[in-house]
């Protein structure tokens, strides 16, 4: 098997990210965790040359790649790598078969990211980029001049789910974002917005270009991409994954969705008393809680900020699946996602997104160099000091 961490290119060709890993001392162990994640990936047919030298120079979608087929082995799957397109052809439990195209809304390739004037504008341009790279996957899904054989001609694709599954790795802001502009982009709902006790999420169904063009958002509310099956989405499904597997020494923000029945909360809980609150659980181990009183359960978040050998989470954790309701080819519902996987839903009838999120569920997660810098930043920006 190839050595994805043997240059194969000059250095002025490798990309930042793969120089800091293999030139960063910290990093030695993270290096063979990441190469056993594209283990079957790198028995590709004739391919795998030239993803090795896509990973050494592009890096966040070769990286988007060997995290899905990790997480393909960890659903019990295995990958025909014998079929050249789409980029896993999968075989499930009972035989079950279907497709997967990856792909990644990524920096521009001169590497100078663009500045979003406001939150609002990198939210808006976030969400843009991503309705983009879907539909571009669409239309090689379904063919165009610059395709001479469409993914829908090809034998091992017509008659079987075709799902996307896509990252967002468009801006330094782009893996806190959470789920919410893949909310608006296929539901087309809006994040939620507290009134009182409730929670609100405004329906929108467009946005604008910077010439002006409206975009539609909510594109699995209507039939206009019923050759999509599924979407796969995570901001967590990064490098930052093998370095907290790694165990190695740094700090950890992670934040987890809390949901409980009110009927199991004890009334004298501290965790689940409604509003902000912060605990220091130890040392270098801080939680902050958000509760809300929703109808008949309290939801929230947890936020730990903590000393990475307090973290745990599973190659799954923070992967959603999205299922389009309109699909020519719908996936199969009785399939078994195991509990961290958060489920997606549209019911055609209520008009209304059925979002299933586990307790404790991993929302975003980042990690930092263990420094004095950043734990001062880290518990500062989140009010501890």
């Not at 799902?163 to 296929?186: G, K, T, Y």
């Not at 909510?218 to 490098?239: L, Q």
């Not at 409980?260 to 809680?289: A, C, I």
Request: glycine content about 6%; charged content about 20%; proline content about 5%.
């Amino acid at each position: 098997m190839l050595d994805l961490f043997e240059p194969r290119l000059p250095d002025s060709k490798l990309h930042k990210s793969f120089r800091e890993i293999r030139t960063n001392p910290s990093y030695c162990k993270v290096m063979p965790i990441i190469q056993s994640w594209a283990a079957s990936l790198l028995g590709r047919n004739g391919e795998v040359g030239k993803f090795v030298k896509e990973f050494q120079s592009t890096f966040n979608s070769s990286m988007w790649e060997i995290y899905l087929n990790k997480a393909l082995a960890d659903l019990g799957c295995s990958v025909d790598y014998s079929k050249s397109s789409p980029d896993f052809f999968v075989t499930a439990p009972g035989n079950y078969q279907f497709n997967i195209e990856a792909v990644i809304s990524d920096q521009p390739a001169d590497d100078k990211e663009r500045q979003p004037c406001s939150d609002q504008d990198f939210k808006d341009h976030g969400a843009l980029k991503l309705v983009g790279k879907i539909r571009d996957k669409l239309k090689i899904f379904r063919g165009n001049n610059s395709k001479k054989h469409p993914y829908s001609s090809l034998s091992h694709v017509q008659g079987r789910p075709f799902v996307i599954a896509i990252a967002p790795f468009d801006s330094s802001q782009s893996l806190m974002q959470n789920n919410e502009l893949i909310n608006l982009v296929l539901f087309g709902i809006g994040a939620p917005v507290l009134e009182g006790t409730e929670l609100r999420q405004d329906r929108i169904r467009s946005l604008a270009t910077a010439s002006g063009a409206p975009v539609e958002m909510g594109i699995f509310t209507n039939d206009s991409f019923k050759e999509i099956s599924a979407v796969i989405f995570s901001t967590v499904g990064t490098f930052g994954k093998a370095v907290v597997e790694s165990r190695i020494e740094g700090l950890v923000r992670a934040t987890r969705y809390r949901v409980m029945s009110k009927e199991r909360v004890q009334l004298d809980s501290p965790l689940w008393q409604l509003g902000t609150h912060r605990f220091q659980v130890g040392k270098l181990n801080y939680l902050m809680t958000q509760r809300w009183d929703f109808g008949g359960d309290i939801i929230g978040s947890d936020v730990h900020i903590q000393h990475s050998s307090f973290h745990r989470e599973s190659h799954l954790d923070g992967l959603h699946v999205y299922f389009n309701p309109y699909a020519e080819v719908p996936f199969d519902p009785s399939f078994t996602w195991p509990g961290e996987v958060s489920r997606n839903y549209y019911d055609v009838t209520a008009d209304q997104p059925i979002q299933i999120h586990p307790d404790r569920a991993l929302v975003s997660r980042q990690v930092f160099e263990m420094s004095p810098f950043w734990i001062h930043h880290l518990l500062r920006s989140n009010g501890f000091v």
